[in-house]
């Protein structure tokens, strides 16, 4: 290599470091420059602040005032009274404070009556928190207990109550003497035994198909919610996996980039401010995903017609034809449990769901707004969540169950019928 390819390399080489010092000096004196201009900035607001802060220069003393006037405190050097005189600062009279904050008060208020929709609650107790025991039940238990034994040949209390709800107690206690009067071969007797019989089978025939006709549309309602649910979670899954695919990838793209800046070669030297800024993205950007992905785990909230269920009547909501309850299913939510207790069945499953902790979207009886999202009786408009419907699905599984208890007791009936139980 003769001297002047030496001088050309060597030369080259010079200029490279040139441009890395002026790289480097380039960047430090926009970090200079910034600096002093956000500590110019910050001067600029503390000074503003300082101007701006309440000051008291003096009282105005009016000819009739018969006390001191109470002061309002203003930006600045001015000064006001709360006194029936209007404020004069600066030879312009300025309205009173406490007259201008009270107009304020009264057009808010207003507004907040025009605004109000049809059978909305204002007064703060209707949404005002939780119940002392919302959600206190982690592990949920049985309800209501029928008190059922199949081994005793006595009718249960509730069994007992039931029946005499039905109007068929006093046919079923007096079955075992017209049972005894027509072994007697006694053709009166034998049709007063047959008709009683009868009346009694088909009163207990209807209610179970009472029951089984609101277990139907509890079923069918229970449908639609699983089907949603379904397809809301889908539509989580698929968003969380969407960030997570675009934190990982940015993630080792970047730092891809990065350690690739930090690779010295002949030609170019390490970039480390280069690498060192890339570093940075490939740490923050993740870390966003990875917190945004904790939002995405609710689901998204959708927007749903009204459409009433059978949690409507439990609530004292308007019902449909389709959310009617027979009478005898009705009139079995309505009566207390023969344990006891003075609360009604119904009362006594809407504090379940208020203590079960696997139902944290119904916390308050008197929450206009939860008892009107767990019983669709609005149009939902963005409020409709996994959660919600879920919180639908428990309340109706746990009404189906108790509804179902039915059941126990009238086999328990039927039992009475064919005389293997007595009252």
């Known amino acids: 290599m003769n001297t002047t390819t030496m001088n050309i390399l060597k030369s080259k080489h010079k200029t490279k470091s040139q441009y890395g010092d002026l790289r480097t000096s380039l960047i430090v004196a926009i970090a200079i420059v910034l600096t002093q201009h956000c500590s110019a900035a910050t001067a600029a607001a503390m000074q503003t602040s300082e101007a701006t802060k309440p000051t008291v220069a003096a009282v105005r003393e009016t000819e009739n005032a018969q006390t001191s006037d109470v002061l309002v405190l203003l930006p600045g050097n001015q000064n006001a009274t709360a006194t029936a005189t209007p404020i004069v600062s600066d030879g312009v009279k300025q309205p009173e404070p406490i007259a201008v904050a009270q107009a304020g008060a009264a057009k808010i208020k207003a507004t907040k009556e025009e605004n109000k929709e049809p059978g909305e609650d204002n007064s703060s107790s209707a949404d005002a928190g939780n119940e002392t025991t919302a959600n206190s039940m982690a592990v949920p238990n049985s309800i209501l207990a029928t008190g059922s034994i199949l081994t005793s040949d006595k009718l249960s209390s509730n069994a007992l109550e039931l029946g005499r709800q039905l109007g068929i107690l006093d046919d079923i206690a007096r079955l075992p003497s017209l049972r005894t009067r027509a072994s007697a071969g006694a053709d009166e007797d034998r049709m007063n035994l047959l008709h009683a019989r009868k009346s009694v089978s088909i009163t207990l025939r209807q209610a179970e198909i009472d029951v089984n006709f609101v277990l139907a549309e509890i079923y069918d309602e229970q449908s639609i919610y699983t089907e949603l649910i379904g397809t809301y979670s889908s539509d989580r899954d698929k968003l969380i996996a969407r960030t997570n695919m675009v934190s990982w990838g940015t993630n080792g793209a970047l730092w891809a980039v990065c350690e690739g800046l930090d690779i010295p070669t002949y030609r170019y030297p390490r970039y480390a401010v280069s690498s060192g800024i890339t570093g940075i993205l490939a740490g923050i950007i993740p870390s966003i995903a990875s917190a945004y992905t904790l939002k995405e785990v609710a689901g998204r909230k959708y927007s749903a017609p009204a459409a009433p269920n059978l949690l409507c009547k439990v609530f004292d909501r308007p019902t449909t034809t389709q959310t009617e309850y027979p009478e005898s299913v009705w ?93």
């Open 331 to 423: 009139q079995f939510l309505n009566t207390p449990p023969a344990d006891g207790s003075n609360k009604k069945r119904k009362d006594v499953i809407i504090d379940r769901w208020i203590a079960d902790s696997n139902i944290p979207a119904f916390t308050n009886r008197n929450s206009v707004q939860q008892i009107d999202a767990v019983c669709a009786v609005k149009e939902q408009k963005k409020t409709v969540t996994i959660g919600l419907l879920s919180a639908r699905m428990s309340m109706l599984t746990q009404l189906s169950s108790e509804i179902f208890k039915m059941n126990r007791l009238l086999n328990e009936l039927e039992m009475a019928l064919r005389g293997a139980k007595h009252v």
